[in-house]
């Protein structure tokens, strides 16, 4: 069935002795597929009576194993099938718009195999890539809602032509056609456009409802139906017939009418891009627009703010203004490479040229003038319109997107997807989850999480869980002051690079009244995303208190509203979001307010102080996707950062973790010169296979212990006193011993444990560590 697409079967003397038995194979066929009423016997029948005596210059019909039923699936996968037996190359689009489904060029994942054309049929509709010999005039109809036609670019078309074509000719959703032909070079996809007498401005093309596409571009394949429309379908046959001299002469004078329509610069003035006023009237243009909509014409919207912004800036700083200034609020963002390309769609296809509407250009316009110095104020007031943009566009965007996320994230209970976990900390909560740290005053809540966010900051496993390593944005409304000794403490401590990805801003973020504080917080994450190429994985506020300034903690419906601003924070980001917050005076186990709050949460981190002991520990509480862990004790350790500039000691302090019994491990404070899991994995398989054994436990002794020890930045006790220098081994002893043991998990170091004999006549088991043996598969 996969014929030339100017192949013409009357042509064909040698198909003359087939056509006793099938008088047009290819027909019959077609015509079976697009019946959806596919009868395999008989198909196959017709393509091997075919094959056999077709003449060697045309190409076999495929045997095609059509298992379809009437359905829309069937219907598509029918006309997919017929398209590609008539040569066309085709691609997975949408169901419900004109947008290919996968990212990239349309003719790269364009494909006429049967197997893949019947695996994307389930989720998709087809769209014919249109190769470089392939030109298709797409016709439309519109009409109003009474049904009377409004636009008809398929009259018009074939009054242009003197009369209808007679080539391949496919019907469109709105009653209008598509016509094929082929051409031996590409033209230049135009959109048809009316003209505009009171601008002066000709018309676009062939006229408003006349698309050309050429090489590049799609159209929908029979078999593909859109929302409301009707479905694709063939109505003429004939073969593609190479397109007339008419109409190519049609296509170069609407060429040439295109450069009649540009906007010229005044005379004399030359655009360089070098006036700040002219980036400044970008900006502010990249933020009055509305966001682009996935479903509601995003494309289009996209192409006409980097139309409008080219008309003031160039190219470059276009694309760094639709970056920064316009697609963090679409909905969803665009990638960085699709944005540029749309940019360079804009330039390839604009009207005007380049910077027609500059300052230069129209300074008699009775233009407010800015000196270069005011600039970047008028930047940031555009940058604060934009905000209170992003917080009016809320509502709108949520309304009308809610249909298109309900349909997207539905999930059938026969579906058999594997399934993954996504741990943002292994065993505790996921990558892009609402986890709430509760605890009293003054116990180390903020100590804690800071640890946390440190660890996600480097990628390095925080008590011997692994992280999700990217950016980590604290947002600290209580104890700012001291906000930099805690972060000199903990980078000192803990041996965190200065160039971590882990950042604080110590001014409060109103998460209850304020839609434009939410859109500043996305928007700066988005940034810290592609500054340092990683996801942002921890926004925290903290605390609850000083982030809802108004409202009522124990009220349902102000705990609501800030749930739902956390929502978004997550929705735009991805990261996951912790708050702070207080328990009650009287339940200390519980955060204090509305139990809204706890419901609405993923996991909870408690900070449980015994009031006689002062003993501290995390407890995991209200853990959504896991089983709680068992609670991780811990104290503050004093840390000394030098003298100010009058003397005087500044101290802060950190978090230290204990084991006792080794559920967990406290390794953040690897040494500098082992940077990496890896780095510190191979230097301590370099000393085991130096040294016959390494035992664990007596780290005190020369057998290697203390290299090891001080490799993974433990402190055995020298020249401490005896009880102390006990103590402190016990508890390096017991992380060391976890850390050796997760590498023997993964076969990077070999143990055995062997009867030791101690003191008093009794004897223990004893592991010894050394390096992996090396298999000889």
């Known amino acids: 069935m996969k014929m030339p697409k100017d192949y013409d079967a009357t042509n064909d003397c040698d198909l003359q002795s087939v056509s006793a038995s099938i008088p047009d194979p290819i027909a019959e066929v077609n015509a079976l597929l697009m019946a959806a009423e596919v009868d395999e016997q008989k198909t196959d029948e017709i393509a091997r009576q075919y094959n056999a005596m077709k003449p060697k210059t045309a190409k076999a019909i495929p045997v095609v194993k059509a298992d379809v039923e009437q359905s829309p699936e069937a219907h598509r996968l029918a006309g997919a099938l017929q398209m590609?037996?008539?040569?066309?190359?085709?691609?997975?689009?949408?169901?419900?718009?004109?947008?290919?489904?996968?990212?990239?060029?349309?003719?790269?994942?364009?494909?006429?195999?049967?197997?893949?054309?019947?695996?994307?049929?389930?989720r998709y509709n087809f769209g014919i890539a249109t190769e470089a010999d392939l030109l298709v005039i797409d016709c439309d109809i519109r009409r109003d809602e009474k049904g009377a036609v409004i636009k008809d670019g398929l009259a018009h078309f074939i009054n242009l032509m003197g009369g209808e074509p007679d080539v391949f000719t496919t019907r469109t959703g709105s009653g209008g056609k598509q016509f094929f032909f082929s051409i031996d070079n590409p033209v230049t996809s135009t959109a048809g456009k009316a003209a505009d007498p009171a601008k002066g401005l000709p018309e676009v093309g062939l006229g408003e409802g006349i698309d050309i596409r050429s090489y590049g571009a799609l159209v929908l394949a029979p078999g593909s139906q859109l929302p409301g429309k009707d479905r694709y379908s063939v109505i003429n046959a004939a073969p593609v017939a190479p397109a007339p001299e008419r109409l190519l002469a049609l296509i170069m004078a609407a060429a040439a009418r295109k450069k009649d329509r540009k906007r010229k610069l005044s005379e004399g003035v030359v655009f360089t891009g070098d006036d700040p006023r002219d980036y400044a009237e970008g900006t502010r243009r990249a933020l009055d627009a509305a966001p682009a909509i996935e479903g509601q014409g995003g494309d289009n919207q996209t192409y006409s703010v980097a139309a409008a912004i080219l008309d003031v800036c160039t190219e470059d700083q276009t694309k760094d203004i639709m970056r920064e200034h316009y697609n963090p609020r679409c909905v969803p963002e665009w990638d960085d490479d699709e944005l540029d390309e749309k940019v360079e769609n804009a330039v390839a296809y604009r009207e005007n040229e380049i910077g027609s509407d500059c300052y230069a250009a129209t300074v008699d316009k009775e233009l407010d003038v800015i000196s270069e110095t005011d600039w970047p104020t008028l930047i940031k007031a555009a940058a604060d319109r934009g905000e209170e943009l992003v917080a009016q566009e809320a509502g709108k965007t949520a309304t009308l997107t809610r249909l298109e996320q309900i349909e997207k994230s539905i999930i059938y209970i026969g579906d058999d997807d594997p399934i993954e976990s996504d741990p943002l900390i292994e065993g505790i909560c996921d990558r892009g989850t609402f986890v709430l740290v509760t605890g009293p005053m003054k116990t180390g809540k903020t100590l804690n999480v800071m640890d946390i966010c440190a660890h996600i900051a480097v990628g390095r496993q925080w008590n011997s869980r692994d992280v999700a390593q990217g950016v980590a944005i604290y947002c600290l409304a209580e104890g700012g002051k001291g906000v930099k000794r805690r972060l000199k403490a903990l980078r000192t401590a803990k041996n965190i690079p200065a160039d971590a990805p882990m950042m604080v801003c110590p001014i409060a973020i109103d998460l209850f009244k304020s839609n434009a504080d939410v859109a500043a917080v996305i928007a700066f994450a988005n940034e810290q995303a592609k500054k340092h190429r990683l996801p942002v994985q921890a926004i925290v506020f903290d605390t609850l208190a000083r982030s809802m300034i108004g409202g009522n903690e124990s009220a349902v419906e102000d705990i609501n509203v800030v749930v739902g601003k956390v929502d978004r924070i997550r929705e735009a980001t991805g990261s996951t979001v912790f708050v702070v917050t207080h328990t009650g005076w009287i339940d200390k186990k519980r955060s204090r307010g509305s139990t809204a709050l706890p419901g609405a949460i993923d996991a909870e981190l408690l900070i449980d102080v015994d009031e006689k002991t002062e003993a501290a520990q995390i407890v995991f509480q209200n853990l959504r996707e896991y089983e709680a862990p068992e609670p991780i004790k811990y104290h503050l350790e004093s840390i000394d950062l030098g003298k100010d500039t009058k003397g005087r000691l500044i101290k802060s302090a950190v978090v230290r973790y204990d084991l006792d019994g080794g559920s967990g491990g406290d390794f953040e404070h690897i040494a500098a010169e082992a940077e990496t899991e890896a780095d510190v994995l191979r230097k301590v398989q370099e000393r085991f296979a130096k040294v016959d054994t390494y035992r664990a436990y007596w780290l005190h002794e020369d057998w290697g212990g203390n290299y090891v020890a001080e490799l993974l930045g433990e402190d055995v006790g020298e020249g401490l006193a005896a009880a102390d220098r006990t103590k402190q081994q016990k508890a390096a002893r017991a992380r060391v011993k976890a850390r050796l043991d997760k590498w023997v998990k993964k076969g990077d170091i070999a143990v055995v444990y062997r009867e030791v004999e101690r003191e008093g006549g009794r004897s223990d088991k004893i592991p010894f560590y050394s390096a992996p043996v090396p298999h000889n598969d």
Do not use: Y
Not at 97 to 115: N, S, V
């Open 84 to 122: 590609a037996g008539r040569g066309f190359k085709l691609l997975p689009v949408a169901l419900d718009r004109k947008k290919a489904a996968h990212k990239g060029r349309f003719i790269d994942q364009a494909t006429g195999d049967i197997e893949q054309l019947r695996a994307w049929s389930k």
